[in-house]
């Protein structure tokens, strides 16, 4: 009897204690973001996939193909071909292929590229439901942005390496129904001023 009224009680202290614990947190305010209406602010250390720097002054990628890169990769999935023009006094990249499959975002390609030829991207929002669309050339990539943006723009500014939050309508709504999303600041995130 007495193991019965022991149970009993602990049972019982128990459930309030976690009832005490749900009502705190039922009365507190909601921190849920609203994706793909809200998105939350990406840290400036965020590490995307990486992506090539374009040389401001040429409008060309900055990479001569030295290959360091591929050689620090320790999940090898960096290949990178180049040919070396006529006249010129460096190679050119051709083709800068990533399979993100592989990749851990290590930072060993940054660190080993001596002229900053590569970097990290903000990109955030890589979903799919093919392998196939993780392995990227990254030299097309850059190419695409130049076409799209315009030639004359360059790609070396941080501001234009910055994540766009994506505005298109997900499944079963209307393109009418979704604005510009907000950006809300990460939980717990310091507050930064500009200077």
Do not use: W
């Not at 090539?52 to 360091?68: A, H, I, N, Y």
């Not at 990290?120 to 130049?146: G, V, W």
């Not at 939050?165 to 604005?179: E, F, I, K, M, Y």
Request: with cysteine.
């Amino acid at each position: 009897m007495k193991n019965i009224l022991t149970e009993v009680y602990f049972g019982l202290k128990s459930l309030f204690i976690g009832m005490r614990i749900t009502l705190g947190q039922f009365f507190k305010p909601t921190i849920t973001v609203h994706y793909p209406y809200e998105t939350l602010k990406i840290p400036p250390r965020f590490r995307g996939h990486i992506e090539l720097v374009r040389d401001p002054s040429t409008g060309k990628p900055k990479c001569f193909v030295c290959k360091l890169c591929e050689k620090a990769c320790p999940s090898d999935c960096i290949t990178v071909e180049g040919v070396k023009p006529e006249g010129a006094k460096r190679k050119t990249v051709t083709n800068y292929r990533l399979d993100f499959t592989k990749c851990s975002l290590c930072g060993s390609c940054v660190e080993a590229c001596r002229d900053g030829a590569i970097r990290f991207s903000r990109e955030y929002n890589l979903a799919s439901t093919s392998k196939e669309e993780f392995i990227m050339d990254l030299f097309q990539r850059l190419e695409a942005e130049r076409n799209r943006t315009g030639q004359n723009e360059t790609l070396d500014t941080p501001e234009s390496s910055q994540a766009k939050p994506n505005a298109q309508a997900p499944r079963g709504l209307d393109q009418t129904t979704v604005s510009e999303p907000k950006v809300i600041p990460a939980a717990g995130a310091p507050k930064v001023e500009a200077t």
